[in-house]
């Protein structure tokens, strides 16, 4: 555990302007303008007809510097994170300018909020004084954060410069797995005994310049920081002062554990309305805290990780990388849909014969595929976002089963009918015109019963081999809507138009 002990100090008072949720967007539209009003200023000087080399750098140098000066202007009054949206915006040349028009003080905490494969570009371009600047000015946790992505000798200069306490502290948060509470925990907490009054206890905060961001309550631990609970700050201002802390303190409180699943700590937050949990080591002892600004980073990462998942990229990708390095993150699915889709169109093959006496049902089959596969979309949407929030499990997963069954043959039979009748009225001049009818009809349920059952077992066998369970499902769906819609509606005609 670590106390923060803050030396006595006045406290500010400044008040602190709100914040526009659009500004990062309107500073970026700045920062491109003046990116490219520099371009142009650079190609007119050197189209430029005067053979005066020294008057066009002169010229270029002193614009180039008031652009410069307006950029850093721009940036300096910029959040972190609004510079962190700006540089993953930017190609990597532009990029680059704006990194290092930043202040050096703010390179931790700007590293800290980039996407990581805008990090690995940004580490690219500093040399080692500079990132070991950039890493000291963090906490321990942010340290571990950033620590796979540093090398390992500006790791272990920053870890030089570190307290004993503090060097504890980053060897704890790195040993941690990375989808573990330990990994995306804050050392920085206050502390209280539980046989002192709330007046003691409000002299001891005072002390403090400031709390530790999201701090929402202290933590009630005995001479051994074993955590006994916890003291709301609403309690601690609404009780008379001569209250005893162990009379008003909270005993029955959340706690997690260092190796506990960080996606399942997010889910109590959201569940209970937390702030901030304790986590205690296997003893009991009070180590550190969750807080929910990284409970809203995890939350956002598995949500961006799941939508990468679902299009078949294989890695978060920076928007401006390499055309090859791009091309490469999206090969894997590709290759898979490639081989799918020849799969599909052998399915075909195998029905020329058919197709070949009954034109419409090449027109027809889009219909039969396309309506399956969104229906098993919905499933498998449905079932991965359950399986996500822990809502399945083996108590109610048959029942689960049973009941999108149940709705697919719903709306097979509904969707199915109204197809089976648009199909008869399409070719009712033509001789097949009723068997076409029936043959969609049928296509259509069995097909969409075909997509829940893929829609459902896919995401349960991922999940019963310790995968994702949204990774490649809707691929998966695809070519199994596709090619098993294919045959079923073929097949069909060829038992009904022999």
Do not use: C
């Not at 955590?227 to 959340?254: C, F, H, Q, W, Y």
């Not at 009991?284 to 409970?295: A, C, H, Q, S």
């Not at 809203?296 to 949500?303: A, H, L, M, Q």
């Amino acid at each position: 555990m670590s106390e923060v002990d803050t030396p006595v100090g006045e406290q500010a008072a400044a008040a602190v302007p709100a914040r526009d949720p659009e500004e990062a967007q309107r500073a970026l539209v700045r920062v491109q303008a003046l990116l490219e009003k520099q371009r142009r200023v650079e190609s007119l000087v050197h189209r430029e007809a005067t053979p005066a080399e020294e008057k066009k750098a002169l010229v270029e140098s002193l614009v180039h510097r008031q652009h410069l000066t307006e950029l850093k202007t721009i940036l300096d009054r910029l959040h972190p994170a609004d510079i962190a949206y700006i540089l993953e915006a930017l190609p990597r040349d532009d990029r680059l300018v704006v990194w290092d028009s930043v202040k050096a003080e703010r390179d931790g905490e700007i590293l800290l909020e980039v996407s990581d494969a805008v990090r690995e570009t940004l580490i690219a371009s500093m040399d080692r004084e500079e990132l070991v600047d950039a890493v000291e000015t963090l906490e321990a946790d942010e340290i571990a954060a950033l620590a796979d992505d540093l090398p390992a000798d500006v790791v272990e200069e920053v870890k030089q410069g570190l307290t004993t306490e503090e060097r504890a502290q980053l060897r704890a948060a790195m040993s941690y797995p990375e989808d573990s509470v330990g990994a995306r925990m804050d050392f920085e907490m206050v502390s209280i005994r539980d046989d002192v009054t709330l007046e003691v206890v409000l002299r001891y905060l005072r002390r403090f310049d400031a709390l530790p961001d999201h701090t929402d309550q202290v933590f009630v631990v005995d001479r051994d920081d074993m955590l006994k609970g916890s003291l709301p700050l609403d309690r601690l201002l609404i009780n008379e002062p001569d209250t005893k802390v162990a009379d008003v303190m909270k005993a029955d409180i959340l706690t997690l554990a260092p190796l506990d699943d960080v996606s399942e700590a997010a889910q109590a937050f959201e569940r209970y309305d937390l702030v901030s949990a304790p986590v205690v080591d296997a003893n009991g002892r009070l180590i550190g805290r969750l807080t929910v600004d990284e409970v809203v980073d995890v939350i956002r990462e598995e949500s961006e990780e799941r939508d990468l998942a679902n299009a078949g990229l294989r890695e978060e990708e920076d928007l401006f990388s390499s055309v090859w390095k791009s091309a490469k993150n999206r090969w894997m699915w590709l290759a898979i849909n490639m081989g799918t889709a020849f799969f599909a169109s052998r399915v075909i093959g195998a029905f020329e014969g058919t197709i070949e006496r009954v034109v419409a049902l090449a027109a027809l089959m889009p219909i039969v595929a396309g309506i399956a596969g969104n229906s098993g979309n919905q499933t498998l949407t449905l079932l991965v976002r359950s399986l996500a929030l822990g809502q399945v499990t083996g108590a109610n997963a048959r029942r689960l089963i049973y009941k999108e069954i149940g709705v697919a043959v719903a709306n097979g039979v509904v969707w199915g009918g109204l197809a089976g009748v648009f199909a008869y009225l399409l070719y009712q001049d033509s001789p097949q015109g009723v068997q076409l009818g029936v043959v969609m009809f049928l296509a259509m349920v069995l097909n969409m019963l075909v997509g829940a059952l893929v829609g459902l077992a896919v995401p349960l066998a991922l999940r019963a081999l310790g995968r994702d369970p949204a990774i490649g499902g809707s691929v998966l769906l695809t070519f199994t809507t596709d090619s098993g819609g294919f045959f079923i509606f073929l097949g069909l005609a060829t038992l009904f138009f022999r």
